[in-house]
Nanobody, 126 residues
């Protein structure tokens, strides 16, 4: 079975930083695409960042220049360094993975991912 476990969320003030981690277990050697999405109350799940064997990293427009995605293949871990946080970044952040090398267009589509973590809450106070 495949499992994705997120950690690193929490409460931070505006302008602060957090680093999220997503550890993959199971058929991890074949995860060609991994991503972060987020969902705020009453809103759609939004693409944040992704990497794929086809290229990347890719970022959503709202986080470009503030968030940095990295991936430790050996440790089967995906990281999201979040700097200059804003209240509008508050959401549950989800890790997603797929066994395919998604294209630059497909990586931002939540329906392309077969595997999801449980999420970690990020709250940015004003």
């Amino acid at each position: 079975q495949v499992q994705l476990v997120e950690s690193g969320g929490g409460l931070v003030q505006t302008g602060g930083s957090l680093r999220l981690s997503c550890v993959a277990s199971g058929r991890t050697s074949r995860f060609y695409a991994m991503a972060w999405f987020r969902q705020a109350p009453g809103k759609e799940r939004e693409f944040v960042a992704a990497s794929s064997w086809s290229g990347g990293p890719y970022y959503g427009d709202s986080v470009k220049g503030r968030f940095t995605l990295s991936r430790d293949t050996a440790e089967h871990t995906l990281y999201l360094q979040m700097d200059s946080l804003k209240p509008e970044d508050s959401a549950v952040y989800y890790c997603a993975a797929d066994l395919r090398a998604l294209t630059s267009l497909a990586v931002a589509a939540r329906d392309e991912y077969d595997y999801w973590g449980q999420g970690t809450q990020v709250t940015v106070s004003s």
